[in-house]
């Protein structure tokens, strides 16, 4: 929880039974990260590489969400400082991936595009996903990277620095969280699925019709759920915990890495209207392949 993450919790007393707890609770969380960090026998060097990059500007990310406890109290510039933190790990991310790989070129949120010299290859780059929620302390954001050799997602690795899962793929290779292959849900039954979406906010266009597309989802589903990370939410359809996600308004890094993670869980990922326009014209429906069908008739019957 945001609350009791970083500094506040370590201040507790050591002789507390609360200290206790929490130490056997590190502890053990601390062992199954080392687990984790060390057991993706299945990654290649290039999600070795993408990896390594994600958790190392993951600690500062980790470092800073703690900090914004503080400025939330003090209400001092939190945006700003919410900035700072995003572009700091954009910058180690991509130093880390320029060492790796000298040759290829960029697209980041942050910094826009650049050029490589190898231009069949570019790393494609979201540093901060779920800013929103970074910022009011809730734990649901991801650190987004993909790879992209020539205009097709070919590896991705979406990190959750809070909770410690890492969702990855690389194409032909399935998809995985952490050490685990994941699979996408095989339910095909819309009053049973979960779907997962995002709203237009504070003046953006399209409200109107993505309240009705909501509408529609949610009188014929078991729920509509709003997360506020694309790239997260796409990985959660990748491991069958969301059956759908639709979003329209995105960009290329929102969503490169987690729609190859679908598509390497099994799913299907297209833009809203069915076509295939998904990275560069920003809708983008994911499902399972049971579903994805009735999905798009869903959303596409206004
Ligand atoms: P971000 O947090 O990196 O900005 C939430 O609906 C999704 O929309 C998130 O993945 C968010 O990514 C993305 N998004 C795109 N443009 C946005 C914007 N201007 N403000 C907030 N979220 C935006
Ligand atoms: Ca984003």
Not at 224 to 253: K, M, Q, T
Request: contains cysteine; hydrophobic residues 45%; aromatic residues 8%.
């Amino acid at each position: 929880m945001a609350r009791t993450w970083g500094a506040k919790i370590s201040r507790a007393p050591l002789h507390s039974a609360r200290a206790r707890v929490w130490c056997a609770a590190s502890s053990a969380l601390w062992l199954s990260h080392i687990r984790k960090t060390h057991a993706m026998s299945h990654a290649s060097a290039l999600i070795t590489i993408m990896t390594k990059a994600a958790r190392k500007a993951a600690r500062g990310l980790v470092r800073d969400f703690g900090e914004v406890q503080e400025l939330q109290v003090s209400k001092k510039g939190v945006a700003d400082f919410v900035s700072l933190a995003d572009h700091r790990a954009e910058q180690v991310i991509y130093e880390e991936l320029s060492v790796a790989r000298p040759k290829y070129g960029f697209v980041m949120e942050e910094r826009g595009e650049i050029e490589g010299v190898d231009n069949s290859n570019r790393w494609i780059v979201d540093p901060l996903d779920g800013t929103t929620n970074f910022l009011h302390g809730l734990p649901q954001f991801a650190i987004s990277i993909a790879l992209e050799r020539d205009r097709q997602p070919f590896a991705g690795v979406v990190y959750n620095p809070v909770t410690d899962e890492l969702f990855w793929a690389e194409k032909g290779a399935g998809a995985f969280l952490n050490d685990r292959r994941i699979r996408v849900s095989e339910r095909s039954d819309l009053s049973e699925c979960v779907f997962a979406c995002g709203l237009p906010f504070a003046g953006r266009p399209g409200r109107e019709r993505a309240l009705k597309e909501a509408e529609r989802v949610l009188e014929q589903t078991a729920g509509v759920r709003r997360f506020g990370s694309a790239a997260l939410d796409l990985a959660f359809v990748a491991a069958g915990r969301f059956d759908a996600f639709w979003e329209r308004d995105l960009n290329i890094w929102d969503v490169a890495a987690g729609a190859l993670i679908v598509r390497e869980a099994g799913g299907m990922v297209s833009d809203i209207e069915g076509g295939a326009k998904f990275l560069t014209e920003g809708s983008i429906l994911a499902a399972n392949a049971n579903l994805h069908t009735s999905a798009k008739a869903l959303l596409s019957d206004g």
